[in-house]
T-cell receptor, first 113, second 112 residues
Framework: DTGVSQDPRHKITKRGQNVTFRCDPI?????LYWYRQTLGQGPEFLTY????????KSRLLSDRFSAERPKGSFSTLEIQRTEQGDSAMYLC???????????FGPGTRLLVL | DQQVKQNSPSLSVQEGRISILNCDYT??????FLWYKKYPAEGPTFLIS?????DKNEDGRFTVFLNKSAKHLSLHIVPSQPGDSAVYFC???????????FGTGTRLTVIP
């Protein structure tokens, strides 16, 4: 399978704990995006990388959230001191630089107790 | 402020008939529009897109229509099949921008 992959698919954590999610984009895609989706809503943009550079961050990305893409391939999204309001589906997408269509992974569902 | 709106949360259609899913937007700077299909516990799957320079794009059973003056687009599925049952999201982006704005989705149920 050469699509976008995400790990883990599910994560249950206690409030106050840190969590980290991983995304592996489609191999030739140099753009990578993180979105968050809550119940009854569409995905909402969090941040975007072109190669290893983080070029855009949404105001939804509070200072407890940090994302990296150190070698321009896979990316990690870390949430520190999780809160119950962080419970959501975290989606990763990738695209080619000259292409506007983004291809999504299966998502990581986070539940903060 | 929801810039992309899908006002119908759900739609039921008989197998073999046409499904029409609607989407409205408020941002006149949007120039690229996409439809995604989502099954439970999976990520959105890209279906079809349209650039603002066109008013129609067709791919097999799926056709997207864009009415720029009305800031409205629609997805037609003909004929509808039970496997089309899913949540459909409309999304849009501005020229040169990197994020997609999504609607809240419409749950399509195709009845066999």
């Amino acid at each position: 399978d050469t699509g976008v992959s995400q790990d883990p698919r599910h994560k249950i954590t206690k409030r106050g704990q840190n969590v980290t999610f991983r995304c592996d984009p489609i191999s030739e895609h140099n753009r990578l995006y993180w979105y968050r989706q809550t119940l009854g809503q569409g995905p909402e943009f969090l941040t975007y990388f072109q190669n290893e550079a983080q070029l855009e961050k949404s105001r939804l990305l509070s200072d407890r959230f940090s994302a990296e893409r150190p070698k321009g391939s896979f990316s990690t999204l870390e949430i520190q001191r999780t809160e119950q309001g962080d419970s959501a589906m975290y989606l990763c997408a990738s695209s080619l630089e000259a292409q506007e269509t983004q291809y999504f992974g299966p998502g990581t569902r986070l539940l903060v107790l | 402020d929801q810039q992309v709106k899908q006002n119908s949360p759900s739609l039921s259609v008989q197998e073999g008939r046409i499904s029409i899913l609607n989407c409205d937007y408020t941002n006149s700077m949007f120039d690229y529009f996409l439809w995604y299909k989502k099954y439970p516990a999976e990520g959105p799957t890209f279906l079809i897109s349209i650039s603002s320079i066109k008013d129609k794009n067709e791919d097999g059973r799926f056709t997207v229509f864009l009415n720029k003056s009305a800031k409205h687009l629609s997805l037609h599925i003909v004929p509808s099949q039970p496997g089309d049952s899913a949540v459909y999201f409309c999304a849009a982006s501005e020229a040169g921008a990197n994020n997609l704005f999504f609607g809240t989705g419409t749950r399509l149920t195709v009845i066999p």
